[in-house]
């Protein structure tokens, strides 16, 4: 396939959507992307079945077109020889796992490193590599909560929504897309591949640049997302655990220490944030 990134060999072992988007983007610009599911069962979203064309998941068909594919079992010694002999010629890797899961498999980025100088690793996880939530998976929902996208988006006076399309998944894959073209032109002169990553929570806070500006600058606490008005919606119990953490933890406040070491820490931050909104 031609394009600007034409010559350009990407190995996927990410799976379900912000990887594969990140991975779609890079096949769609011309790179030969190999995606590599794992043994048993393939990608996750082989599974959604419904909608599906020809018996193949719709959802795994537009994330994953224009890309190669094999599957392996990572668990196997044969497994990783034919990963480890993939990665010893590719220019890009992308993952998604759990932070330690491929080092425990002897796939981390210094092993690979030393095997291919050349390589750029990228890692997609739910809050980051470092943190107080660097070991949790990630999931788009939870994301949207904690960033605070739950809490401007739906009715005036309602409870917090959820978008209707996975904004930190899609966003997260994109940003992925743009850090590895970056580090492809960085490679271009030094000749040194690098680690590349981000985050699900990085990706929803970054939608969230308009309303921040605004909250900043006049203290809003919430605003409806068509109007940009102030709104009261709020938590009820009936709404969730997911809709308490909207409001308790997704304040866009939280943006300057999400990452505190301490959940008292922040918890006193908001509390100061409210006094002073109060005021």
Do not use: H
């Not at 009715?155 to 073209?181: F, M, R, Y």
């Not at 709020?234 to 990452?259: K, M, Q, T, Y």
């Amino acid at each position: 396939m031609s394009g600007p990134l034409k010559g350009i060999k990407v190995i996927e072992l990410a799976q379900i959507m912000a990887g594969p988007t990140c991975g779609m983007l890079l096949a769609d610009m011309g790179a030969d992307v190999i995606k590599v599911e794992k043994l048993p069962g393939g990608d996750d979203t082989r599974s959604y079945g419904e909608p599906s064309i020809k018996g193949e998941s719709a959802a795994f068909m537009i994330l994953n077109r224009n890309k190669r594919g094999m599957a392996v079992n990572l668990k196997t010694t044969g497994g990783l020889e034919v990963v480890k002999r993939l990665l010893a010629t590719a220019d890009v890797v992308t993952e998604n796992y759990r932070k330690g899961t491929l080092e425990k498999l002897g796939l981390g980025y210094d092993v690979l490193q030393a095997l291919n100088p050349r390589l750029i690793y990228c890692a997609v996880s739910g809050y980051g590599r470092t943190g107080p939530y660097a070991d949790k998976g990630g999931f788009d929902l939870i994301a949207q909560g904690f960033a605070g996208i739950m809490s401007i988006t739906g009715e005036p006076g309602g409870p917090p929504a959820k978008s209707g399309t996975s904004i930190a998944d899609i966003n997260a894959g994109i940003l992925a897309a743009l850090g590895i073209v970056s580090a492809l032109v960085a490679r271009s002169t030094t000749g040194k591949g690098q680690m590349v990553e981000t985050s699900l929570m990085e990706a929803a806070i970054q939608q969230t640049y308009w309303q921040s500006a605004i909250f900043f600058a006049k203290k809003r606490r919430r605003m409806a997302s068509r109007s940009f008005v102030d709104s009261e919606a709020s938590a009820s119990s009936s709404n969730g655990a997911i809709c308490a953490r909207a409001e308790s933890a997704s304040s866009l406040a939280s943006v300057a220490f999400i990452r505190a070491a301490s959940r008292s820490r922040r918890r006193r931050r908001v509390s100061t944030l409210r006094k002073s909104m109060a005021a």
